[in-house]
């Protein structure tokens, strides 16, 4: 074991911490460890200089993930593959010729009014596996007892469920970010994306700066009370105006509503806490200015390397028939919870045992069916 002597460092640190000295740099090597190989930790006592030392306590990273993606896990099914979606046109009215009555006229009651039904089938499955192979007798010789067997097993085990965790959070945001991108080209009829506003792909920095004498952009609209205000406010009216039968607010042009309790609402985090602290942290009625209840993301498709908004707020794809389109500045979406969603989800282990080697090979499969439906309210907000 390597000892150091921290003495001169202790006196130093006693007295900038009690006003004595003013704060300098200090040096820490060697007083915080950041741990070592193998090959760098075998150390011998300090006494005869021969004994190796020995481990004295083993700590297992196992921490278990739980995932950030929003909630749109559906049910799945054990035979056949087809999801079928029926759903129904609104009839038109006709006239009621109850208070037309004319002498000697003939009312047919035999006319045939063939109802408008529409059929959707989703049949496209995507899957992946993560193998990992596991001994036993092998790895026994670096442990003292059972129990710490146990554990690192455990850690392995728990790897594998987090990279499962973490691959189908992926693929959930990419089912969220598909439809982002068909909402916006339908919108505007063009993979770029434009800086005025529609009524599903909804540019609140341009109506917001339609209202007042003095424009603001992107790059400070998140620190800006008035405009997340402005922002809290359209959000709210989308809630309630979703809730309204329309054809407005999906791709299809279909007649369709949410209610309350149907509707997803997932939000940026950056959006989210600049609502919370810049609204209501001084405001004595908060609740006058919460945004609506919402999942939150840090991002739509990736942090970049420093979590800068113009990497969390963007989406950068192909969507699904391989048109590319890139988004900016998206705040959140608004959405039915039959417009997308992962259904048909089979997770499951296979696992074969190598005689000759003595080792398992496990085999974590997972397969699942990721789907948009056009015809389902969606609604993009975004800052461009």
């Known amino acids: 074991m390597q000892i150091k002597q921290v003495y001169t460092l202790l006196n130093d640190v006693v007295k900038e911490t ?12 060697g007083l915080v460890e950041l741990g070592d190989t193998i090959a760098n930790s075998i150390g011998y006592d300090k006494y005869v200089k021969s004994l190796v030392n020995h481990i004295g306590r083993v700590i297992f990273v196992n921490r278990k993930y739980q995932g950030s993606a929003p909630s749109v896990l559906m049910d ?29 006229a003939s009312y047919d009651q035999d006319i045939f009014y063939k109802p408008s039904v529409s059929v959707k089938f989703f049949n496209k499955l995507v899957t992946f596996e993560i193998p990992m192979s596991f001994t036993e007798k092998q790895v026994k010789q670096s442990f003292s007892n059972a129990e710490q067997l146990n554990a690192f097993l455990s850690m392995l085990y728990n790897e594998v469920d987090k990279a499962m965790t973490v691959n189908v959070d992926n693929l959930i945001m990419r089912t969220i970010n598909n439809m982002i991108g068909e909402t916006v080209y339908d919108e505007y009829q063009s993979g770029v994306q434009n800086t005025k506003s529609g009524v599903r792909a909804v540019n609140l920095l341009y109506l917001y700066n339609q209202t007042v004498a003095t424009p603001i952009t992107s790059v400070t ?20 105006r979703l809730a309204k039968i329309s054809r407005l607010f999906n791709v299809g042009g279909k007649a369709r509503f949410t209610p309350r309790e149907m509707l997803h609402i997932v939000l940026l ?60 500045g998206v705040l959140g979406v608004m959405f039915d919870r039959d417009a997308l969603g992962v259904c048909n989800r089979d997770r ?3 696992t ?7 080792f398992y090979n496990n085999y974590y499969k997972f397969d699942a069916e990721f789907f948009n439906d056009l015809n389902e309210n969606f609604v993009v907000f975004f800052i461009a």
């Open 348 to 350: 499951r282990v296979t």
């Open 221 to 240: 609209a998140l620190h800006n009370k008035e405009f997340i205000r402005f922002a809290a406010y359209i959000l709210k009216l989308y809630a309630g």
């Open 18 to 29: 009690m006003g004595e000295n003013a704060v300098v740099q200090e040096d820490l090597t």
């Open 76 to 104: 799945g099914w054990e035979f056949g593959s087809i999801l079928e979606k029926v759903s129904g046109d609104l009839p038109e009215s006709t006239e009621n010729e109850t208070y037309e009555l004319t002498s000697g």
């Open 352 to 358: 074969h045992y190598n005689a000759k080697a003595e």
């Open 269 to 328: 985090d950056e959006f989210d806490a600049a609502a919370s602290v810049y609204l209501q942290s001084d405001t004595f009625h908060d609740e006058l200015v919460k945004l609506p209840q919402a999942e939150t993301v840090a991002y739509w498709q990736g942090s970049g390397t420093g979590y800068a908004f113009a990497d969390t707020g963007k989406i950068d794809i192909k969507k699904a028939d391989g048109t590319a389109i890139a988004v900016n």
